[in-house]
């Protein structure tokens, strides 16, 4: 029985690191396109939000595929994850060659952005697993007193 929370209700780790490090990327991503633009202008604030939602998109992309393969086949995790970051490096290269022809593209604030972009997802991963709830047994079955 794998479930994204635990007997007693408490999200588990996976799901509490991406709904944290949505959080903290909701938050994150204003301030970042601002930033760039007061240093760069407002190519740089463009491209400094597009640079952090390519970010945002990569790394949810990726939480939500490794963890649909870490509820499939125990077997099958490593190399279902390996499949999703081919997936998601293939998808950041196509994203890298449609952008790279934009006149409007300042090329510094979006990957100051990306980089800082993905420190705060970092972050929020880190709090959300230390938030989630671990079950060290989820498959025994606790007696009927407890």
């Known amino acids: 029985m794998r479930t994204s929370q635990s007997r007693t209700g408490a999200l588990s780790p996976a799901r509490s690191m991406l709904r944290t490090s949505l959080g903290f990327s909701a938050a994150s991503v204003p301030v970042i396109a601002l930033g760039g633009w007061l240093l760069r202008g407002q190519a740089g604030g463009t491209s400094a939000l597009v640079g952090a939602l390519v970010a945002v998109a990569f790394f949810v992309v990726g939480a939500l595929g490794v963890r649909a393969v870490v509820a499939g086949e125990p077997g099958l995790s490593i190399a279902g994850a390996l499949v999703v970051y081919i997936g998601q490096l293939i998808g950041l290269v196509a994203a890298f060659l449609v952008l790279r022809g934009a006149d409007w593209l300042d090329g510094r ?38």
Not at 111 to 123: E, N
Not at 137 to 143: F, I, K, Q, W
């Open 109 to 146: 604030a979006f990957a100051a952005a990306a980089i800082i972009q993905t420190l705060v997802w970092q972050v929020g991963q880190v709090v959300g697993f230390r938030r989630g709830r671990h079950e060290i047994y989820p498959d025994v079955a606790l007696p009927s007193g407890s």
